[in-house]
């Protein structure tokens, strides 16, 4: 099985900037997509940001866009998330996932069905 391991969490003032990563291993499995996700409490878990390994296309979340930045470093099976300009309703627990599907845009941000693989997520604080 593929394992996915996020770090990178933590405290941060409003404004300030964090960047979170995700490393996989294990498997011999194909991650078309890789995507972020974030679950604050009392609330459902929302899709971030988006994207595609092969050709770096990306999508995002209208709540995080010209803030957030999601890529990769294929060559060492990483997804990044750069967090700039972070508020307090960033606050969340952030999960990254992996998948395959032939799905595109709205739907890999809607719904989680569409990812195969889970991290088990990183605290992100913001005060």
């Known amino acids: 099985d593929v394992q996915l391991v996020e770090s990178g969490g933590g405290s941060v003032q409003a404004g300030g900037s964090l960047r979170l990563s995700c490393t996989a291993s294990?498997?011999?499995?194909?991650?078309?997509?890789m995507g972020w996700f974030r679950q604050a409490p009392g609330k459902e878990r929302e899709g971030v940001a988006v994207?595609?390994?092969?050709?770096?296309?990306?999508f995002y979340a209208d709540s995080v866009k010209g803030r957030f930045t999601i890529s990769r470093d294929n060559a060492k099976s990483t997804v990044y998330l750069q967090m700039n300009s972070l508020k307090p309703e960033d606050t969340a627990m952030y999960y990254c996932?992996?998948?395959?599907?032939?799905?595109?845009?709205?739907?890999?941000?809607?719904?989680?069905?569409?990812?195969?693989?889970w991290g088990q997520g990183t605290q992100v604080t913001v005060s």
């Open positions: 294990g498997g011999n499995y194909s991650r078309k997509y």
């Open positions: 994207i595609f390994t092969d050709d770096g296309i990306t």
């Open positions: 996932a992996a998948g395959g599907s032939s799905a595109w845009g709205w739907l890999l941000l809607h719904q989680e069905t569409q990812y195969d693989y």
